[in-house]
């Protein structure tokens, strides 16, 4: 059994080099990826094939390159309590492309890289939400079932605290969902599928989820405020969403003061 364990893990290593071979990660990054994903035309398209919200993988060309994206235009509200697939319920249930948008807008606020590049786009008067392709990317999940180690755990676990703090902050219904957490042959990990995020409750969901912080991101949420968010958020979200992130953002913030006074600054902050 141990000998077979370890070819599967072997295996799932090599492919994963392969993987580096080739072009993997975001093509395009910030305002250059931006512009593209807004003005690209439709190559070519298919349906994922995963997943609940009937994305489509668009292929887009500009006339010199080409890059694939994901189309969502899921925008669904329910009103009263609905039972969340992982356990749970969750008042006034939304599931909405606008949140993807936010959800990167959000990121470049705190600086944490993890969003893809994303922004709205209206094809053949349907709006929606296009975010850039990771290429070459796993799941969180797949690595698991592989048994795929990084190289670099210090690193690998520092990314992925932020992962939690961003589902925290947003309040990420489907955080559970390790598909959702992606990560390339670098083992730069990203962070996709913000659909069901944003639910106006002004308290965080799940506080054992944040046990370390970075310091920067930490001093991007201390300088969040009204204005900002609703200049750079407002076209997606509405006021309540907006307020009661801003009290999520606060209780983060006393939390992790505590944990600092219970374990010190050295067990529970990173830059």
């Not at 931006?34 to 500009?62: H, N, P, Q, Y």
């Not at 329910?78 to 599931?95: M, P």
């Not at 190289?151 to 925290?168: C, E, I």
């Not at 969040?224 to 907006?242: F, H, S, V």
Request: charged content about 30%; glycine content about 6%; hydrophobic content about 40%.
């Amino acid at each position: 059994m141990r000998v077979m364990a370890g070819l599967v893990v072997a295996a799932a290593i090599v492919a994963l080099s392969a993987r580096a071979e080739e072009p993997y990660g975001l093509p395009l990054a910030g305002e250059e990826a931006e512009v593209f994903l807004r003005t690209a035309e439709i190559v070519d398209k298919k349906g994922l094939g995963i997943g609940i919200t009937r994305s489509e993988r668009l292929t887009l060309g500009d006339g010199t390159r080409t890059h694939r994206a994901v189309w969502k235009t899921i925008d669904e509200f329910k009103r009263g309590l609905t039972r969340l697939e992982g356990g749970g319920v969750i008042v006034d249930f939304a599931d909405s492309w606008k949140f993807e948008v936010a959800s990167y807008e959000l990121d470049k606020l705190l600086g944490l890289s993890l969003v893809p590049p994303t922004v709205e786009r209206t094809f053949n008067r349907t709006t929606g939400s296009l975010q850039l392709w990771v290429e070459g990317a796993m799941t969180e999940a797949d690595r698991k079932q592989k048994k795929i180690r990084p190289p670099n755990p210090a690193s690998w676990n520092d990314q992925m605290y932020k992962v939690r703090l961003l589902h925290q902050l947003t309040y990420n219904t489907d955080a559970r969902n390790i598909r959702n957490v992606l990560f390339d042959p670098s083992f730069r990990i990203y962070a996709v599928d913000f659909s069901r995020a944003f639910a106006a409750y002004a308290y965080v969901r799940s506080e054992d989820e944040l046990t370390r912080f970075s310091r920067a991101a930490l001093d991007r949420m201390r300088a969040l405020d009204r204005p900002t968010l609703d200049a750079k958020l407002g076209k997606w979200l509405t006021g309540p969403q907006i307020e009661t992130l801003l009290v999520r953002r606060d209780k983060i913030l006393a939390l992790a003061e505590r944990r600092v006074r219970e374990k010190g600054e050295a067990a529970v902050l990173y830059p």
